[in-house]
């Protein structure tokens, strides 16, 4: 198992190279990337940030996940107590790639047991997946051998709870040689549900456990916030070809994964590029479950203009699980580079 001692003295040595903006420094096989997700936040405003960048060329890959209990903006105007992987809901998108290892540093930050269940991982649930109490920690690490998107939540009973609660992300794993695609933005939609009733005080929402038994959920979201891109769309720009990481965190419903005007030209369902589908309209991705979807804005069929995503099971896009994305021509600087 991973040695902690020897890992937090080269996650300090490492810390310096990500700090400086890692670039391979060094050996290929001695370099390590270390990511504090309690120093790095993905920012949420004006919307969560979708964009994901590039995997690294670094083979080991730590990450330091701290776990809090937050109050979140779930809708505009709606605060709600979250409990959250590094501070947002979701937590921060982790990206590897395949035959990367990977170890993760769990700190509890909270007042409660929680844990870390990685679905891209093959390991003993009983000894990586435990609950760990207020100011616990816990490390292991796995390597990535299966391509693909897939959900990571916390695992603790009721794990219901823990989900509707806002402890997911996603993780990336790419494929060892690409996707065999080459596009030119890729964006991260993690679809989940909450069950919220009126506080006790300050306005802020609280959970609605048997909402939550009876699938009666109050908001459907992409990426913690009901129509957050309705109000800022995701920017692509003419031509671009587009990827889509779309995961379904739950805890209960799944996402019948839509874009408005167009046809997705290859689904890979669970993300790996070994099970493709060509000219897919709709594809279901399960509580759980994860897939990439592609397409391409191209001129002379889907242009310049908007598509909205949504979930097809349209009781839930009109809670919340709906947004845009804005196809723009090319922006041209003035040397005629764009
Ligand atoms: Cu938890």
């Not at 109050?71 to 998108?93: D, K, L, M, N, S």
């Not at 409660?112 to 093959?122: E, G, K, L, Q, V």
């Not at 998107?149 to 790419?174: F, R």
Request: glycine letters at 10%.
């Amino acid at each position: 198992m991973f040695n902690k001692a020897v890992a937090i003295g080269g996650s300090l040595a490492v810390a310096a190279l990500a700090l400086a903006g890692y670039r391979g420094v060094g050996s290929q096989d001695l370099t390590v990337e270390y990511t504090d997700f309690g120093q790095v936040r993905t920012p949420t405003a004006p919307a969560f940030l979708a964009e994901v960048p590039p995997v690294s060329d670094a083979p080991i890959k730590e990450f330091r996940i701290p776990i809090t209990h937050d109050t979140i903006e779930i809708a505009a105007g709606v605060e709600y107590e979250g409990w959250t992987f590094g501070g947002t809901v979701p937590g921060p998108t982790i990206r590897v790639r395949e035959g990367d290892l990977v170890r993760i540093q769990l700190v509890n930050e909270s007042p409660m047991p929680h844990s870390i269940d990685f679905h891209a991982a093959r390991i003993p649930w009983n000894e990586a997946y435990r609950s760990i109490g207020p100011n616990g920690e816990l490390s292991f690490e796995f390597t990535a051998r299966d391509p693909g998107v897939y959900l990571v939540h916390c695992g603790t009973p009721p794990v219901t709870m823990h989900i509707m609660q806002g402890m997911y992300l996603a993780i990336i794993v790419d494929p060892k040689e690409g996707w065999g695609t080459e596009v030119d933005r890729e964006f991260v939609l993690v679809q989940s549900e909450f069950y919220t009733q009126p506080g006790d005080a300050g306005g802020i929402r609280q959970l609605d456990w048997p909402a939550a038994m009876d699938k009666r959920a109050s908001h459907v979201v992409f990426n913690g916030k009901a129509f957050q891109y309705k109000e800022h769309p995701l920017q692509v720009e003419l031509n671009d070809r587009v990827r889509l990481f779309v995961v379904s965190a739950g805890p209960s419903f799944r996402s019948d994964f839509h874009v408005v005007g167009t046809v997705f030209d290859r689904v890979y369902p669970d993300g790996n590029p070994d099970n493709v589908l060509e000219s897919v309209q709709t594809w279901t991705v399960p509580a759980g479950g994860g897939a990439v979807f592609e397409t391409v804005f191209s001129e002379g069929s889907n242009g310049v203009g908007l598509y909205p995503f949504v979930t097809h099971a349209f009781a839930d896009a009109e809670k919340g699980a709906v947004g845009l994305i804005r196809v723009r021509e090319p922006v041209v600087s003035e040397d005629g580079s764009d």
